[in-house]
């Protein structure tokens, strides 16, 4: 088992370092999230023998239960799923990053309940980019407005911006929300509000994503195969 996930490791890093060449970005430039929701802890302790250090997780029940299992190994835990209010004390005490924020109110919870021992909360805004109805995500509109308060807040360090655009088959049109991403950010960046951080691209487009500026992907299937 092990050897498969090291195999899919080695497949998946050897395209994001295509993708950074193919589009002049630095080596290294691109973060590789490994997402294991769905699958059982076996699966991420074999990944991270393979040498993976970040995972995310969707459903905070799930993920605190892998994470007391997995408690010896040093692994950085990113939250990318959506929040229900009534979980974010547990994902402020349980998480390094949270992909997911998209409402100020949530944002004002995590920080008033990141615990003093921990470093500041590393967030990223959710921009709902191709205004799916049923989506989550903030909208473009307030985009500015939610990421100047939740800079203010004391125990959050706002890193960047995340989306999840609709499937796409071909390359150009995965590019298209990934490029009005970048844009977002470079607008914000033009307001003050300089981030590093842009969280795009899954198994299907992480390519896409590489192409219009993305510094972490995040991958699930290519890595864990189906799941479960
Ligand atoms: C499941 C999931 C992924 C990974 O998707 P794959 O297509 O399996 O790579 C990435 N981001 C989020 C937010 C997810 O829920």
Redesign the pocket.
Known sequence: MTADYAARLHTVLGRIRAAEQRFQRPPGAVRLLA?G?TQPAAAIAALAAAGQRDF?E?YFQEALDKMTELATLELEWHF??PIQANKTRGIAEHFAWV??VDRLKIAERLSAQRPDHLPPLNVCLQVNIDREPTKHGLDEAELAEVAHAVATLPRLRLRGLMA?PAPAAAFAAQRRPFARLRKLRERLADTGLVLDTLSAG???DLEAAIAEGATLV?????LFGS?P
Do not use: C
């Open positions: 997402v929701k995310g969707n990318i799923g992909h997911s999840i899954m198994s299907d995040r991958i699930g299937t290519a799941r």
